[in-house]
């Protein structure tokens, strides 16, 4: 498939290490926001989400940190696996306006076995 | 989450001539969206698309370039018109309801020769 995010910052970690992918974003009005995981060919996929009245959210394997003073969001992944392997996307939606998604630049990260 | 179908899921296209993209969610839902990501970039929102009503065009977006459809609560249809080199991207949809969360469809990758 097509690749995606060529030119995009990469995080390359060993099999079974923990992974922290980093989002800062821009809107300080923005209440809701997701973690996306993008693989080669396909659409994003939906992985964790956050509300702004939270600072932590734990799924399976995965935790999201919202720091709102800094504006500042971070993913991390627990014991990572080559299935891991992809491009990572964080987005948000502000507070008022139309409720569609504004999309960082996203981060690829390469897990090595 | 919904199931989301995109058709076609790609295509190479001459420039000057017209693509419509058609996508199908297995139910209803509230909010349908739009958007492209070019090579190696991030997701850019082009509209959202309303039912029953104009879509909604976002900075850089307009009508006549991108016309939008909507007859129902579970399809929505892209056109991208006079196609040229530079609307080579995927074009992906998304659907979202009244959490705010979103699910992106597979994604039609377009290469405009």
């Known amino acids: 498939g097509e690749s995606v995010g060529l030119h995009l910052p990469t995080l390359s970690v060993q099999e079974g290490d923990n992974s922290i992918i980093n989002c800062a974003y821009s809107?300080?009005?923005?209440?809701?926001f997701i973690w996306y995981k993008q693989e080669s060919g396909k659409g994003p996929q939906f992985i964790i989400d956050?509300?702004?009245?939270?600072d932590k959210r734990q799924g399976q394997r995965v935790t999201v940190l919202l720091n709102k003073t800094v504006k500042h969001l971070s993913l991390q992944i627990a014991a990572t696996q080559p299935g891991d392997s992809a491009v990572y996307f964080c987005a948000e939606i502000p507070l008022t306006g139309r409720r569609a998604l504004t999309f960082g630049s996203g981060t690829r990260l390469q897990v090595q076995p | 989450s919904a199931v989301i179908s995109q058709k076609p899921s790609r295509d190479i296209c001459q420039r000057g001539t017209s693509l419509t993209i058609q996508c199908q969610v297995d139910s209803q839902v509230t909010m349908m969206f739009w958007y492209r990501q070019q090579p190696g970039q991030s997701l850019t929102l082009i509209a959202t698309a309303n039912q029953g009503s104009e879509a909604t065009y976002e900075s850089g977006f307009v009508i006549d370039k991108f016309p939008i459809s909507r007859p129902n609560l579970t399809f929505s249809t892209l056109t991208v018109s006079n196609m040229s080199p530079e609307d080579s991207s995927i074009y992906l949809c998304s659907v979202g309801g009244f959490t705010d969360t979103q699910y992106f469809g597979p994604g039609t990758r377009l290469t405009v020769l």
């Open positions: 956050i509300r702004s009245n939270m």
């Open positions: 809107n300080s009005a923005s209440d809701y």
